[in-house]
């Protein structure tokens, strides 16, 4: 079972999604979670199915302290870079907690401190500790809700499957049909081509 990292019962997970897409925007989350919250269920959103992430979703934003979820567009994306948006969209999402973390841990290796909050930065911390599981959770459904929703405007690229992952469906529509107002222009969205014509 997932543990809390326990420096502060204001302890703030935060983790992102999406930021290997080709499409889409980058999408962060900012979770605090009760102090005796515990679920069998809840890990890394990779580990888990579609089914179990969109059942945790409701639970986790019933019973946490506070939430919210931050999106980053390609706009953004291609003007900043995407480690410098997945750290944005974190900061926006923190930003937006109703209650101000008193600690920060995050997943991964790269952050920028959040104004003058303490943190830490954890390598797979979505599979060790519940507000970063949570996070993670939050920003994956919440992306994936967003692309489905993108998917009506551009069915051709299936985004409502693939989630603007590239995919070799995703880049067999991008060679048919060229790139869309979101894809993220400084991504390399074909592997045979260094440039691509838009």
């Not at 405007?153 to 790139?179: C, Q, V």
């Amino acid at each position: 079972m997932l543990k809390s990292f326990f420096y502060h019962p204001e302890e703030a997970g935060t983790d992102e999604a999406g930021r290997g897409c080709l499409a889409g925007p980058v999408t962060a989350a900012a979770v605090i979670l009760p102090q005796d919250f515990e679920n069998e269920i809840l890990n890394d959103s990779k580990k888990l199915s579609e089914t179990k992430r969109d059942l945790l979703r409701p639970i986790i934003e019933q019973v946490s302290t506070c939430f919210a979820v931050k999106h980053i567009n390609p706009r953004k994306i291609d003007e900043i870079n995407i480690l410098n948006a997945s750290i944005l969209a974190m900061h926006g999402a923190l930003a937006e907690l109703s209650f101000n973390p008193k600690f920060i841990i995050v997943d991964g290796n790269k952050f920028v401190p959040y104004k003058s909050v303490p943190h830490s930065c954890i390598i797979k911390g979505d599979s060790k500790y519940m507000s970063i599981a949570a996070a993670s959770i939050l920003a994956k459904t919440y992306r994936d809700a967003y692309m489905e929703k993108l998917h009506d405007e551009f069915p051709m690229y299936n985004w409502k499957s693939n989630k603007g992952y590239p995919t070799k469906e995703h880049r067999d529509a991008i060679r048919k049909f060229g790139l869309t107002k979101y894809h993220r222009k400084s991504f390399r969205q074909l592997p045979e081509q260094l440039t691509l014509d838009i």
